[in-house]
């Protein structure tokens, strides 16, 4: 049986004092002791010679010998409680309140032994007077002794001398600014803080470790003018990205780099853990939440199946999906390195299965859907470089399309209640072989809803944050060898979001959709590419083109200067849901006619014909494609 609730926690279990632990303490702590017995003995003489100044009329030279012997008896017994409070094991050189209490509660048991000590005899060996003077004096010499580790830093706070270091500003006076001033004041060797700077009125001018408020946020260019600081630190746990954006507007002219608090260093002399903000923070929008009732009755207990289980959405997927608690998680992919990485990721979870496997052969995936009979599933695999499949179209067709089919058709043979595909906005108006792709599987998927009577639906998204070969892994990496940075085009725009939001939305419009909904993800305003580039030199403390060169290197085959998630022909609604958008789409043709182009597009994979494969694809989702594939390879030459 587990602890009554309330029951009191077990006391603390004290190490035995074997003769091994008593040498081991002598030598560890011998030296110390010896200096606090000598220290406070030699106190309370003084003491007592400045109380009496020797007269005789007020103490008796006869007693002098004995006030001696209990002075020095004194400091024998500041060393038993010093044992006593454990002064001698604390770490002195990040002492706190609690450690200064033990050497209070150490001093007052002394200074209270001599008072009974003179209580119990005639004569008083040690005046009163004397003991009250000694024990205070006692107190401020245990202090100094055991603050050793501290001194250098007392002795430059004391007469205003600070040593050489990058001077930080930090943006927030709360208790994580307090942390982090505290873990620069004993361990940094690199860093000094000038100020901080906080909105709440109350800490205007407060101090904290000895560093002062300086204002508010909004005036952190003067601030920065007049510290003349390097650097800006954000000390708030989960900074706002609105809050990151507007610290980053007020530092654009001054030559700053802006980083925010990660954690703490653990041993003296580390340098304070701070970490360059991503670009993700800076675009980052409310979380999603998933603990709504109608996201858990549609997830909850359910055996959901998700493809592409190793790629970024896919593993995001599977993160967020075991919070709903389903009765079985099942990860399917090809990737066998990346499914052990992500079953490691999900922490042992019992729901989280692995199946190693391929979409693109047909009686494996039926089998396999006999097998593990999912209710749900999230159809993600994909290839999805463009550059990529605009030089080789033929595995992109038959991931993304025929692949797409044996899901489809596997999972209605099964009964799912409910498919998930995961599209992109290069499905609308496509010009390159993804969007081709991913616009077929829309339309295979709204016709199977439609032949089939069930929730099966398409959610349409942007660029995802952090996903492999997106923009920012690839500028972040050209930024570290120093540049250039290339960008496709000066006035090339993306929808961009985080990999967190858009899983999150993924799952809440997988939970709302009904019967051939096309659902398509609120990714805010197109974002620049030369502006995304700017800002993450920016966030590295750096200039272009002074430090890093951005070079423009034109628009790949395939690539579009801008994207859009709904087309002309397309009508966008709103939903329950404030960030998730329902569009209209008539233009979906017959599952007949899509099912005699897949077995066209089959044969003409299968005969590695990519110039008829992609006639086939583009007639049946109505793009223009005057010998596309041949353009597309005499791009290349």
Request: aromatic share 6%; proline share 5%; with cysteine.
């Amino acid at each position: 049986m587990g602890e009554p609730i309330g029951a009191r926690p077990p006391r603390h279990k004290q190490r035995p004092w074997t003769l091994a632990r008593v040498a081991g303490g002598i030598k560890r702590y011998g030296a110390l002791a010896l200096l606090d017995w000598l220290a406070v003995g030699t106190t309370y003489i003084v003491a007592v010679a400045v109380r009496t100044g020797g007269r005789p009329e007020v103490f008796d030279p006869q007693l002098a010998p004995f006030a001696i012997m209990a002075a020095f008896g004194a400091g024998a017994l500041q060393v038993l409680a010093n044992i006593l409070f454990d002064v001698y094991w604390r770490d002195w050189s990040a002492a706190a309140i609690e450690d200064m209490v033990a050497v209070i509660k150490a001093t007052t048991l002394v200074v209270v032994a001599l008072f009974a000590f003179n209580l119990a005899l005639d004569a008083h060996v040690i005046p009163t007077g004397a003991i009250l003077a000694g024990g205070s004096l006692s107190l401020v010499v245990e202090a100094t002794l055991h603050l050793r580790p501290r001194w250098p830093r007392i002795a430059r706070a004391a007469i205003g001398r600070v040593r050489p270091a990058e001077s930080l500003i930090v943006v927030g006076a709360g208790r994580l600014g307090r942390l982090f001033a505290a873990d620069v004041a004993d361990g940094a060797r690199d860093y000094r803080i000038a100020c901080f700077v906080d909105d709440d009125p109350r800490k205007d001018g407060s101090y904290l470790r000895g560093v002062r408020v300086a204002g508010r946020i909004a005036e952190l260019p003067q601030l920065i003018h007049l510290y003349g600081s390097s650097n800006v630190v954000i000390a708030i746990g989960t900074p706002p990205a609105g809050l990151v954006r507007r610290v980053m507007d007020l530092c654009e002219t001054s030559n700053v780099r802006i980083r925010r608090v990660s954690g703490f260093s653990l041993l003296r002399g580390d340098t304070p853990p701070l970490e360059t903000i991503g670009i993700e923070e800076l675009l980052a929008r409310e979380p999603v939440n998933l603990a709504g009732r109608a996201t858990r009755e549609h997830y909850g207990d359910k055996c959901i199946l998700i493809t592409g289980a190793a790629g970024s959405i896919g593993s995001e997927l599977a993160r967020q999906l075991v919070r709903l608690a389903p009765a079985r998680l099942l990860l399917l992919d090809t990737n066998e390195s990346g499914l052990h990485a992500v079953s490691e990721s999900l922490q042992g979870s019992a729901a989280a299965e692995i199946t190693l496997g391929d979409i693109r052969d047909r009686s494996w995936v039926h089998h396999t859907f006999q097998q593990l009979r999912p209710d749900v599933v999230f159809h993600a695999a994909a290839y999805k470089h463009v550059p990529i499949l605009q030089r080789t179209p033929l595995p992109g067709i038959s991931t993304n399309v025929l692949g797409t089919a044996n899901v489809l058709e596997a999972g209605a043979a099964q009964g799912i209640t409910r498919f998930v595909f995961v599209s992109t906005d290069k499905a609308v108006e496509p010009t390159s072989v993804l969007g081709y792709t991913k616009r077929f599987g829309e339309l295979l998927t709204i016709a199977y809803a439609s032949s089939h009577r069930k929730d099966y639906a398409v959610v349409r998204f942007g660029n995802v944050l952090g996903s492999v070969g997106s923009a920012v892994p690839i500028f972040t990496r050209q930024i570290d060898r120093g540049g250039p940075v290339t960008v496709t085009h000066p006035e090339a725009t993306r929808y961009f979001m985080t990999i967190e939001e858009a899983v999150g939305l993924l799952i809440e419009a997988g939970a709302l959709a009904t019967i051939g909904d096309v659902l398509v993800l609120d990714m805010g305003q197109p974002v620049s590419i030369v502006d995304l580039a700017q800002r993450m030199i920016r966030l590295r403390g750096l200039r272009t083109p002074a430090d890093i060169e951005i070079k423009y290197v034109g628009l790949r085959p395939g690539e579009k200067l801008h994207e859009r998630l709904v087309s002309p022909e397309e009508r966008a609604v709103g939903t329950s849901h404030p960030r998730i958008m329902r569009v209209e789409d008539g233009q979906v043709p017959p599952i007949e006619v899509l099912k005699d182009a897949l077995r066209g597009i089959e044969d003409r994979v299968s005969q590695q014909d990519t110039e008829g494969a992609l006639d086939l694809l583009t007639a049946v989702i109505g793009v223009a494609h005057p010998n596309e594939a041949s353009a597309l390879m005499n791009a290349y030459e």
